[in-house]
């Protein structure tokens, strides 16, 4: 299974994102390790997560219909943000993955969601800080945390992530808003 | 009426408190010519916007619970949030205030909200933006943005207070999240 989506992601990606791609898929799997997350679903999901990637707006739409997606501004805006929702298909379509969780963490990878799963979790920081990933203001201290406290470490990539989205002046997805909110509600119900 | 609430004021704010309320009203008044808003509605919004601010944290939540405004959980967290909610209940009750959009604008000025009128972002942008606020990054561009384009100052304003609010990681208010995606889908209408 794994070489054959190494040679359909070496057809379908461009070479960097193609370098990107096996980059996620080390540290998905490093944090795997750490977390006790299923090591084979963790390099399933990290493989496929961004197959779509170069997918045309009309057939991410298509697909994001096809798999009862909901459609808010965002997406309508910049359908690109739905690659993770095509791949989820092309992974279950092309590929026969019916396991839900790692369905999800196709889908829910670019924007999170409220009470993500670990290897959800895993997939969203692999994808933000991967070793080869271009260097941004507080990646570091996403890397240092995503191996000791994953949830402080969400926090921290979705506030980076909002906080660039606002900076570029797009709309905000209201999953990311929820998953950022869900994880500090915790974080203060721990604290009291 | 206005000395009658000038001197409720004194008694209730602390004199930086008032000091701010009163920078408040010569923003607000000053917008309200720009923009054509009615000036003593401007003017009555901003000396009554703060009246609630040294209130309890249990008179602030009874108060949002008299006006059947919905309490999630940042306003659990944080009861102060809601000292315009309580500050609109003092106008109605003790001053006879029924203008609802005076009441509106002391209820969103914390948090703003999707389709805000035109006063209630004069309010939401003198309270941000006053002479005597403490400077912070971007203040001066709302300063500019505020007299010459109003819904790019509040895009501006609700970005840095949503940017702020996430760098102390509290929670993010619905309403703040929406009233920025409402603004920004304007403007991606008028570009499109």
Redesign the interface.
Same mark, same amino acid.
């Given at each position: 299974m794994k070489n054959k989506i190494l040679i359909e992601l070496q057809k379908r990606l461009k070479p960097s994102r193609y370098q990107h791609t096996l980059g996620v898929c080390e540290t998905a799997m490093q944090l795997a390790k750490i977390h006790g997350v299923d090591l084979e679903k963790a390099e399933l999901a990290a493989l496929l997560h961004d197959i779509a990637k170069h997918e045309s707006d009309d057939k991410m739409l298509q697909a994001a219909k096809e798999m009862h997606f909901p459609l808010e %501004?965002a997406y309508l %805006?910049t359908p690109n943000l739905l690659h993770g929702v095509m791949s989820a298909k092309i992974a279950k379509d092309e590929f026969g993955i019916d396991d839900e969780d790692i369905l999800n963490s196709l889908i829910y990878h670019t924007a999170g969601r409220e009470n993500m799963s670990l290897l959800e979790k895993i997939i969203y920081l692999a994808d933000i800080a991967e070793p080869g990933r271009k260097f941004f203001s507080g990646i570091e201290e996403i890397r240092h945390a995503m191996s000791n406290n994953i949830n402080r470490a969400m &926090?921290l990539a979705l506030?980076s992530s909002?906080?660039y989205v606002?900076?570029q %002046?797009?709309?905000?997805i209201?999953d990311t808003?929820k998953a950022?909110?869900s994880l &500090?509600?915790e %974080?203060?119900q721990k604290g009291t």
């Open positions: %501004e %805006e &926090i506030r909002m906080t606002m900076q %002046e797009k709309l905000l209201k808003v950022y909110n &500090i509600a %974080e203060l």
